[in-house]
Structures are given as C-alpha cells and as structure tokens.
C-alpha cells in the first residue's frame, strides 16, 4: 500500500493511543473527542484490513497484528520525525539540539538572566531546541571541554584551557544559620568569627582553596555537593553554612533563616557563560549570545 498524508495521521492517532494505554487517555494529548478517536483507530483498521485493538468495559488491549502496526507505524512517524529535522537544518542553520548545562539554585537570582534568553530564542529562532541540565560546578566544565554539552553557565574553581568562560554577573554569598541554631537570636555585635568556627559547617565539596581550607580539620563539618542540600543541613539548626543571598532570602523572610555577620566567609561568585574555544556551529553560537544579550553585556 501506499502511505498517504491521512495514513499518516491515523498512524500517529493509533500511536497516541497506545502510548497513553486507551482512548480516554489519549484524548488530552490528541485534543480530540473519544467517538472521533474510536473512529480514527477503525478507518485505520478498515485501510489496512485487520483488528488492531480491543477497546470497550475489559478495556484497551493490543493485537498480535496491532503490535506489529505499532512498530511499524513508529519506524514510519521515526524516520518522517528525522527528515524534517533534516530539512530544517538545510533551510536554516538555527535549528537543531543545544544542550545547556546550569549550576542548581540560580532561578532565585534576579540577576540571572537565562529566561529572558529563553523568550528571545523562541521567537527569533524557534527551530533551536534547548535541552537544559542542572550540574555540578565542576561537571560543567568536563562536560563543555569534553563535548557532552554546548554551553555551560555557573561558576568553578576550576579552569580549563580549551574553554572559553566570560562572566556574566556576580552572585553574593554569605553566612546564614537556621532559626534553632544556637547563634539565630544572638545581637550581632556579640558574635564573632572565633565562636562561629567552634560551630560545626557544612561545606560544598566541590569547593578548592581557601574556602575549602577553612573547614578542613573539624570533624563535626558536614559536606553537600549541592546548594538545596547545603540549604537542608542549614535548616536543621545543626550547622552554619555559605549560600547564596538570593537563594537564602525567602527562608530569611519565613523567619527561618538568619544572615550572620561573618565577613570572613561572605563572597563574590563569578556567574560565567563557558564554551569551548575555537568556531562554533551556528546555533550553539547563537544561544550563546542571546545569553549574554539578556544580561545586558554588548558584544
């Protein structure tokens, strides 16, 4: 048989209706009406001569032929999926996967700027597909250096020579204990760095340098590769720790959280876009700089 366009779309009607397991399952992602759908799956039946389902009070069941239509169908719907991809590459060179990866915790920040690149992407170049990961500081950079993904924004401590890294903002940190911590109710001229360092901390692991050096020798310290982690510990009252103002300041606002007056650890991050260095493919390029476009630096 031939395939034609409306084969194709009973294929993917059959197709949804399987993947949601019934009709009435499949109805909000077709946004179509049951009856229609039913009617649908039998002009299917009807085209290729043979029962794909059994549908009715036992409910939805494939048969032995329906499964090899699925398959089938799925190789078809597959292969026309990839083309277009295809095509639309050869018409434009903004298309296709850019997979970002993004340090936990910044959504908080109002200096972080990524959905305002976001808008931007999808109405200047709606073909380019951004595949957004949380990271780790450090995987972040492994993963730009080594080409498991395009573009990278946080801060590391770390750096690597065939990446490239320009910053985009400073995120400020500093000292907070919860509301059970034995220092929360204390005046702050009464609290010193001496004190706070009798206190256990839990760190970042994926702190180097002096940061790290700090909290080396105690034993009672306490160690979270990521920032919601660190956060948790804080908020059992039982350890002091860094975190970003941004990220600490709703739990300030709840009265669960309280900013101590400790300069020593309070810091500036370098919030950087990374990329490796040489050319780029267009599209990664592309969102590269509506990323830097939206946190107003002019290139």
């Known amino acids: 048989m031939k395939i034609s366009g409306s084969d194709l779309h009973l294929f993917r009607v059959f197709e949804s209706v399987v993947r949601n397991g019934g009709i009435s399952a499949a109805q909000m992602e077709l946004s179509l009406s049951q009856p229609t759908i039913s009617n649908h799956l039998t002009a299917l039946e009807q085209r290729l001569g043979v029962k794909l389902c059994e549908r009715g009070r036992r409910g939805f069941s494939l048969?032995?032929?329906?499964?090899?239509?699925?398959?089938?169908?799925?190789?078809?719907?597959?292969?026309?999926?990839?083309?277009?991809?295809?095509?639309?590459?050869?018409?434009?060179?903004?298309?296709?996967?850019?997979g970002v990866g993004i340090v936990d915790c910044l959504a908080t920040d109002p200096n972080f700027r990524l959905a305002d690149a976001i808008a931007e992407l999808s109405k200047a170049a709606p073909e380019i597909e951004l595949d957004l990961k949380i990271m780790r500081p450090n995987d972040i950079t492994k993963a730009v250096a080594e080409n498991e993904i395009d573009i990278g924004i946080g801060g590391s401590d770390i750096k690597v020579a065939s990446v490239q890294y320009q910053v985009l903002y400073h995120e400020e940190h500093a000292?907070?204990?919860a509301s059970?911590?034995?220092l929360f109710g204390r005046n702050d001229e009464t609290i010193t760095s001496v004190e706070c360092y009798g206190h256990p901390w839990v760190e970042r692991g994926y702190w180097y340098g002096i940061r790290r050096h700090r909290f080396d020798t105690a034993a009672a310290n306490r160690v979270a590769f990521d920032i919601e982690a660190q956060l948790l510990m804080v908020l059992s009252g039982a350890y002091l720790g860094v975190l970003p103002i941004h990220f600490a300041r709703v739990f300030e606002q709840q009265g669960r959280l309280r900013r101590l007056p400790i300069a020593d650890e309070a810091y500036s991050a370098d919030i950087e876009v990374a990329m490796r260095t040489g050319e780029q493919a267009a599209n990664v390029a592309y969102v590269r700089d509506a990323i830097i476009r939206s946190h107003r630096i002019h290139l």
């Open 63 to 98: 048969t032995e032929e329906g499964r090899r239509v699925y398959e089938i169908s799925m190789e078809i719907t597959g292969m026309l999926d990839a083309g277009s991809a295809r095509l639309s590459r050869v018409r434009s060179a903004l298309a296709g996967k850019v």
């Open 180 to 182: 059970t911590h034995p």
């Open 175 to 177: 000292v907070f204990c």
